[in-house]
């Protein structure tokens, strides 16, 4: 299974954020998308949210021979801001999202998975920290299991420990998904994803990535320093 982006182009008034970006991303990888402060990286995965409107291009997935337009049933994104309706508890929101989406497992089940105590999945949401919201929009996008997982800083505010719990939990569902992680934390993106992509100047590029290379953040503080003076 493929996300295949073909020419994407997107502007802002008189800025040119997306200038013919092209890639593909293959399930079985998780994909680290790196790009200085306002290269485009949020405007990107809210095009295939479809949170914004594209100018120019398009954007697919290609599975089993067949090329599939994307609509939101195949796409979860993870936003750096959490979007939760603070009047629910933890357990009510997993449970109406679970009987939506869900595949006969209890809300328990997946709060137990993201170690919510008994006390704090009946908590309102409202009462929750950035950390455990986060928590709690990830534990959606496992439930809607959606082809293409967009996650936007997915590991702010949260324990190392939960941390660690999360990346084997993302680990576990490359298989069967297209994951793309957007990160400002190098050694996450050393540590937990399988290809680097750098956005720069409108364009999606890959990024020669071994895993534990010691000279990994060299390299990319390098590269995005010579693109600031190519600016």
Known sequence: MKLVIEQLKK???DKQVLKGASFEFESGKIYGL???N???????FNIIYGELEKNDGRFYLEENGETLEINYEHVGMLFSENFLPDFLTGYEFVKFFNDLNGDGQTPDH???LMDFSREDRHLLIKDYSHGMKSKLSLLSIIIGKQKIILLDEPLTSIDVVMAAEIKKILKA???DH????STHILELANDLCDEIV???DGQLMPFEHLQNDEHFERKIVELLKESKKND
């Open 11 to 13: 502007d802002f008034k």
């Open 34 to 36: 790196l790009g200085k």
């Open 38 to 44: 306002g290269a485009g990286k949020t405007t990107l």
């Open 110 to 112: 997946y709060l137990d």
């Open 173 to 175: 569902l490359k298989k």
């Open 178 to 181: 297209i994951l793309i992680l």
């Open 198 to 200: 750098i956005l720069h």
